[in-house]
């Protein structure tokens, strides 16, 4: 039998949030970034310092952002492929 998963409502929301403006950041990214493949350790430091400079007087809201993309980025693997955008 499968796990089950559940999620509070608020944790589901801020992880739309965080993989959201996670995607805007890869969109003004250069070079442009079209996979997540294309995703290292570089771009994520940029991801926070741009996080950083953004989102100064905010740390609980950056800390919320940072720590729901990392739960989204450590649930892709081989076997959960992302999906092709439309």
Same mark, same amino acid.
């Given at each position: 039998?499968?796990? %089950?998963f #559940? $999620?509070?409502? !608020?944790?589901?929301? *801020?992880?739309v949030r965080?993989v959201?403006?996670?995607?805007?950041? &890869?969109?003004m990214?250069?070079?442009? %970034?079209? #996979? $997540?493949?294309? !995703?290292?350790?570089? *771009?994520?430091?940029?991801?926070?310092?741009?996080?950083?400079?953004? &989102?100064?007087?905010?740390?609980?809201?950056?800390?919320? $952002?940072?720590?729901?993309?990392?739960?989204?980025l450590?649930?892709?693997?081989?076997?959960?492929?992302?999906?092709?955008?439309?």
């Amino acid at each position: 039998m499968a796990a %089950v998963f #559940r $999620l509070m409502p !608020v944790t589901a929301v *801020l992880g739309v949030r965080a993989v959201t403006r996670f995607g805007r950041f &890869l969109a003004m990214s250069t070079p442009p %970034v079209e #996979r $997540l493949d294309q !995703v290292d350790r570089t *771009l994520l430091e940029r991801y926070l310092a741009f996080l950083h400079s953004e &989102l100064r007087h905010t740390k609980t809201i950056r800390n919320h $952002l940072i720590g729901q993309l990392n739960l989204f980025l450590g649930r892709r693997t081989p076997a959960t492929p992302v999906p092709a955008q439309q």
